[in-house]
């Protein structure tokens, strides 16, 4: 009785979404859209300087920071824009991951684009390039130095995004508005997906652990007296 009764409060919770007017949607997105950038970018900056990189005069740290920081935006984004058409119904797991494979890929090419219109040259190093020669990859993967080319973008973010159940970090009926536990899977799967494509680090993990964060703080949720509201209307119903 109390899975069948939690289950139609949900439901008349997406049904509220889905008469939400058009405009009142885009606004919601745009207004997640912004928050979403700026703290991803404060999250990247903090980072950066927690792990010890100077910026004060340090030309390629700043091309690395701007680099990461639209390579995480434009995750954030894709994933609130995929979420907010999400929200009005549960949907299949199964098209909702090939959704976000094609949402990985599109990071990917935004990221590898970006690295190579800040002329990006700090992300080749010695243990990457043993680390690729290792696991023989593809020539076309990955540059003599093991820098990662288009190819390795996409299967990296690609890879990234079609595991997680992304959307649900995102949900404004997801129980908390923060999930460690989520941000925690994200960080575990981008580590382990490393070993198998080579990615620069701590940049991959990163990325990943900034796109979590900042998609939650972000994204619309229901608080609890909005939760209360929507169980007694089931309740009279």
């Known amino acids: 009785r109390k899975e069948y009764r939690l289950r139609h409060w949900h439901q008349l919770a997406r049904q509220s979404m889905r008469r939400k007017p058009a405009a009142m949607r885009a606004s919601e997105l745009s207004g997640s859209m912004l928050l979403s950038a700026i703290v991803a970018g404060v999250l990247c900056l903090v980072m950066f300087v927690v792990g010890g990189h100077r910026l004060d005069g340090n030309v390629d740290a700043w091309i690395e920071l701007t680099w990461l920081s639209v390579s995480c935006i434009a995750g954030t984004w894709l994933v609130l824009t995929m979420g907010k058409f999400w929200e009005g119904n549960e949907g299949e797991s199964i098209r909702r991951r090939f959704a976000m494979l094609v949402a990985g890929l599109g990071i990917g090419l935004i990221s590898f684009v970006a690295s190579q219109y800040l002329t990006l040259e700090t992300l080749a190093s010695a243990d990457l390039a043993r680390q690729v020669n290792s696991h023989d990859m593809p020539s076309g993967m990955y540059a003599a130095d093991g820098s990662p080319l288009l190819p390795a973008y996409l299967a ?72 209360t509201g929507f169980r007694h209307e089931f309740k009279r119903a």
């Open 156 to 227: 990296y973010f690609g890879g990234m995004m079609v595991l997680l159940p992304w959307w649900k970090q995102v949900d404004p009926l997801r129980r908390t508005r923060f999930s460690l536990m989520s941000t925690g899977w994200c960080v575990l799967w981008a580590w382990i997906l490393n070993m198998f494509l080579p990615f620069p680090q701590p940049w991959g993990v990163l990325a990943a652990a900034t796109i979590s964060v900042a998609v939650q703080l972000s994204a619309p949720w229901l608080s609890g007296e909005q939760r």
